[in-house]
């Protein structure tokens, strides 16, 4: 079993192990190659900066096949993403939106201290005259 060498997240090798754990764990190098950036797409390139690391800590080897080279993903490599897909946080599941707020429920009209609405029976002045309070349909009904 190879020792478990720390790799960046952040690294061309990491996320060529990660393309190569999502593609269940044999990929050809041009299935590998979309993982990096595209100043990094040559196969010399791609040899250098993403598999020669993986191949040195025993994450990934190489097969050579008639369709061409294919990397295969070993047990460590696994257990190394496996490792990291654990630590990141899980998606946030949605809440239920609370329902709208009922004023009715908690603000009823005539509420309040006793003799608030004294001043209903007092008839008001309006251009001289004497007018008595009106009470509107809802206030009746209540």
Excluded: C
């Excluded at 593609?23 to 390139?45: C, H, N, Y």
């Excluded at 690391?53 to 294919?70: D, F, N, S």
Aim: no cysteine; charged share 25%; hydrophobic share 35%.
């Amino acid at each position: 079993m190879a020792k478990l060498n720390a790799m960046a997240p952040d690294s061309a090798g990491f996320k060529v192990l990660m393309r190569l754990y999502q593609l269940g764990g044999k990929a050809t190098i041009a299935q590998l190659v979309d993982a990096l950036w595209t100043e990094f797409r040559s196969t010399p390139r791609f040899h250098q900066i993403a598999s020669k690391p993986l191949l040195e800590r025993g994450l990934a080897h190489l097969a050579k096949r008639k369709t061409g080279e294919t990397l295969e993903i070993t047990k460590e490599g696994r257990l190394l993403v496996e490792r990291y897909q654990s630590l990141l946080p899980r998606p946030r599941t949605g809440t239920a939106t609370p329902p709208a707020l009922d004023v009715k429920k908690h603000l009823s009209f005539g509420q309040g201290r006793p003799g608030a609405l004294d001043y209903r029976n007092m008839p008001s002045v309006m251009g001289g005259e004497r007018v008595p309070f009106r009470r509107d349909e809802e206030e009746k009904a209540a």
